[in-house]
């Protein structure tokens, strides 16, 4: 088993490497106070942006980080934020509209390629939405994959995000998908990750996983190596493993149980252990396997709808629409499923007197 980083390859899958046998246990953390990072969700309201409810969601979150003492970001562009149907003109005034309102927090913008198109990759794609998002004093950004840049071989993976870092100026992500998010995507082997985890202007990355343990194997691997790459989970199916490590969320669940994660990240640290933290574990999972359904193709891009309708419920925005050009909308009454959802995790956050947590 390979478990030095001189004997990666190109080639080399996670399955011939030690970083694939850590167990969760073994990496269990409870001093770090890993920051949540929200994959904050802009709002509709007569097919234009509510930047109304887009302010108060925002208010509400902070609120609840600050209750529990989490450091938080806001994740603005990224596919809660309905990415790929922005206009570059929309894509800049979500940033614009966010600082006018909110001096202080960290951003975290989204980044893909604008226009791709054909086989090839051109790393000046991803310059537009850069250049945009570089404009904020207090911003990170993340590389989101494109079909052009996952289908390269290792090798010019590696060279394409580090033609891409040429461009960057702040501190940077690098965001890998599993298939079960589009059938194309392709994760990062440890080889790539390895790469990409020593180069100066990533100083982490997301994997959003649903099948296969990536996140384990990130954070064992560079843990072990001691790497200066934070790894950011993705994983809206498996929330409770990232607070257990120690390590950053970056995910759209964090917007839709934001008080009851934050929460949990307080109950799980050393100085504020709460064993019933564990039961908050299993009521906000339940709550976000709903919101992340699998569709009859495999498919939770839905789920942007499914948080709009628990947020209208909590009483923090107006509508349930969704972007009008966005066609991942839930079929039937979502409002009576996403109601009954909340049952469990309401009661839970009752019982544990979290109090911005409550129907409107």
């Known amino acids: 088993m390979i478990g030095n980083a001189t004997d990666l390859k190109p080639e080399t899958n996670w399955s011939e490497t030690i970083w694939a046998q850590a ?63 922005l206009s570059p003109e929309l894509y800049a005034e979500v940033i614009q509209r966010f600082r006018a309102a909110f001096s202080s927090p960290k951003i975290i913008c989204g980044v893909t390629a604008v226009g791709a198109s054909g086989d090839q990759f051109r790393a000046e794609w991803y310059y537009p939405h850069l250049d945009i998002a570089q404009t904020d004093s ?31 100026k702040v501190p940077a992500l690098a965001h890998a998908l599993e298939p079960a998010f589009v059938p194309w995507a392709t994760p990062f082997n440890p080889w790539l990750l390895h790469e990409i985890a020593n180069h100066e202007k990533y100083v982490g990355g997301k994997i959003s996983t649903l099948d296969e343990p990536h996140l384990l194997y990130w954070a ?35 917007v839709s149980a934001c008080p009851l994660i934050c929460e949990a990240r307080k109950l799980w640290l050393k100085d504020s252990y709460d064993s019933r933290v564990y039961k908050l574990f299993e009521a906000f999972q339940s709550l976000e ?52 959802a909340l049952i469990r995790p309401l009661r839970v956050a009752e019982r544990l007197g979290i109090d911005l947590f409550k129907l409107a």
């Not at 994959?145 to 960057?168: C, G, M, V, W």
């Not at 989970?233 to 390590?247: H, Q, V």
């Not at 891009?301 to 909590?314: E, G, R, W």
Request: aromatic letters at 8%; glycine letters at 6%; hydrophobic letters at 40%.
């Open 23 to 85: 167990t969760e246990e073994s990496l269990a953390d409870h001093k770090t106070p890993a920051r949540l990072c929200v994959a904050t969700l802009l709002p509709f309201r007569n097919q234009k942006p509510d930047w109304e409810g887009f302010e108060n969601s925002i208010n509400w979150m902070t609120k609840c980080a600050e209750a529990a003492g989490v450091e938080i970001a806001f994740v603005l562009n990224a596919d809660t934020g309905y990415i790929f149907n």
């Open 138 to 168: 207090n911003v990170e950004v993340m590389i989101m994959t494109s079909k052009q840049l996952n289908q390269l071989d290792p090798e010019r993976r590696r060279d394409a995000y580090f033609e891409i870092a040429e461009h960057i």
């Open 220 to 254: 064992a691997m560079c843990r072990d190596l001691k790497l200066n790459f934070s790894p950011h989970s993705g994983d809206d199916f498996g929330i409770a493993s990232a607070i257990k490590m120690g390590l950053p969320l970056l995910i759209g669940a964090g």
């Open 289 to 340: 396997d709903s919101v992340f359904r699998l569709d009859d193709k495999g498919s939770a891009a839905a789920y942007k709808h499914s948080t709009a309708v628990v947020l209208q419920l909590l009483g923090l925005i107006a509508s349930s629409e969704i972007h009008p050009d966005c066609p991942d909308i839930r079929p039937g009454d979502e409002h009576a499923r996403m109601k009954e």
